[in-house]
């Protein structure tokens, strides 16, 4: 059985790559926020947008997750560990938001 043939020149310019991109979307993020050239409703999305494309980023470049060659079982634990993140953080905004109204 042969073997495919993984550089070090590859795997840094994978990193490299994923790192610029988590870079420019960082900078992007912290632009809109700063500059306010945008309506707030237009700056939350712009930024959840950013965030949801940079999470993207990190799987691919930096956890190497891909949806071909990972195995089930590990994209199926990654699924349930974000449904549970989800869960957790629109329980927490629905208390909060609960209590400010109660206040």
Request: net charge positive; glycine share 6%.
């Amino acid at each position: 059985m042969k073997r495919a043939k993984t550089t070090g020149s590859r795997t840094l310019k994978t990193y490299l790559t994923g790192y610029v991109l988590a870079l420019v979307l960082t900078a992007s993020s912290f632009g809109i926020a700063a500059s306010g050239a945008l309506s707030m409703r237009a700056a939350l999305i712009a930024i959840s947008a950013a965030a949801i494309v940079q999470v993207l980023v990190h799987l691919r470049y930096f956890l190497h997750l891909r949806l071909r060659t990972t195995p089930p079982e590990r994209l199926l634990a990654i699924s349930f560990a974000a449904v549970l993140i989800l869960i957790m953080i629109g329980g927490s905004l629905w208390i909060m938001l609960n209590l400010s109204y109660r206040m």
